[in-house]
């Protein structure tokens, strides 16, 4: 269903909330000075309304294993609107070669009908990481950086976010290369001291995966990439706000050196997105779901069942910052470091991805490009 507008929301503008209506037209947002026909706009009254979710970091969910099946990233993202997610970019961790090839393959396939969240591009999570800090990563699957490595890896053919170790040898030369192709460069699964880590930024990453998790950790005397992260706000620091993977007082001490605009909430989620306990495939592991989060079988962490829409809600309890700039870090932080246009925010000229929330930051409605994607039951007598 094609949408014109949104009427008496809190929307999302400047990092306040204001009350206003939108006009939405071919896909993009006119601007809040006309106000739309109500015959094709959304009644939002006491409602809020922001620019939809981006998820950096999302390697399945709704039972679907990306690199089990890398082809099923069309069917996640068909579903990932129920969260609140208008973009998001699929994850694949360190693999085997024909798994990374079955998904730019699988990217290139989009379905003539596809109804979803955009896929915003490829996320390789590895295979350049430091063993020391793998985490869930198969030491066999890890490589030295290398030239022909990284051949393919381009723009065309789906790549858009690459996770490596900036320490090891080779490491800067091919976050240069990567960047110099359009591709962001992210550090995760390191053992960087400061000093390399800042040769890292300098040589472009401009992220990092999963703050605190799967690196060198902070010390007084011995900062690490955690201290270079959390004392340079040019860098975003990606976080996994489920109470598990961050203590809540880490994630509120991240919070307050960091802010809304270094801060990017994402998932990490796996299969299990959403369930509370079962057993699901990570690739060729098994991985189970307690109250513990989701473990391998020797019980590292081993990605999330999170959901953009709990991390938003987390994010506010752990913190307790003002809603406005949750969602910021869900939405246009995300969106800024990889350079999405979606990154304006709801204003003049940028693309109508929209998530409308109730007060409790349940996800009522979820419109991409100025579509319809998602309607709560709970919201159905808000249609035109």
């Not at 922001?50 to 970091?57: N, R």
Request: some cysteine.
């Amino acid at each position: 269903m094609e949408i014109s507008g949104v009427i008496g929301g809190s929307v999302l503008t400047e990092g306040d909330l204001v009350e206003k209506s939108l006009s939405f037209s071919a896909g993009l947002v006119d601007g809040p000075s006309e106000r739309p026909s109500f015959g094709q706009s959304i009644d939002a009254t006491g409602l809020i309304v922001a620019p939809g979710f981006v998820d950096l970091q999302i390697n399945g969910g709704f039972g679907i294993d990306l690199l089990s099946k890398p082809e099923g990233m069309w069917r996640l993202g068909a579903m990932l609107p129920q969260h609140g997610v208008t973009s998001f970019f699929p994850t694949f961790i360190s693999s085997p070669q024909d798994r990374i090839e079955a998904a730019f393959a699988a990217f290139a396939q989009r379905p003539t009908d596809y109804s979803g969240a955009h896929l915003a591009g490829l996320h390789l999570e590895g295979p350049m990481l430091n063993p020391a800090r793998r985490g869930a990563h198969s030491e066999q699957h890890l490589m030295a950086p290398s030239i022909p490595l990284v051949q393919s890896w381009t723009r065309d053919s789906g790549v858009a976010l690459v996770t490596l170790a900036p320490e090891l040898e080779g490491a800067l030369d091919i976050i240069r290369r990567l960047t110099g192709r359009g591709i962001a460069v992210s550090a995760g699964h390191t053992e960087a001291t400061s000093e390399q880590a800042q040769a890292g930024f300098e040589a472009g990453v401009t992220m990092v995966t999963h703050l605190f998790n799967a690196m060198a950790p902070f010390a007084h005397r011995e900062p690490n990439i955690t201290g270079a992260v959390l004392a340079n706000n040019e860098i975003v620091g990606g976080l996994i706000v489920d109470g598990i993977h961050v203590d809540p007082v880490a994630v509120a001490a991240a919070w307050q050196a960091k802010g809304p605009h270094s801060i990017a909430l994402v998932t990490d989620a796996v299969a299990a997105m959403g369930a509370d306990e079962a057993e699901f495939n990570l690739g060729s592991a098994t991985v189970t779901v307690d109250k513990t989060g989701v473990r391998n079988s020797d019980g590292t962490l081993a990605g999330s069942n999170l959901t953009m829409e709990q991390a938003v809600k987390n994010l506010v309890e752990f913190t307790g910052c003002f809603l406005g700039d949750a969602l910021t870090s869900a939405s246009l932080t995300p969106s800024r470091v990889m350079n999405l246009a979606t990154q304006a925010g709801l204003t003049e000229g940028a693309p109508a991805d929209v998530v409308i929330l109730n007060p409790q930051l349940d996800v009522m409605m979820t419109i991409g490009s100025g579509q319809l994607l998602y309607v709560s039951p709970d919201a159905e007598t808000r249609l035109p």
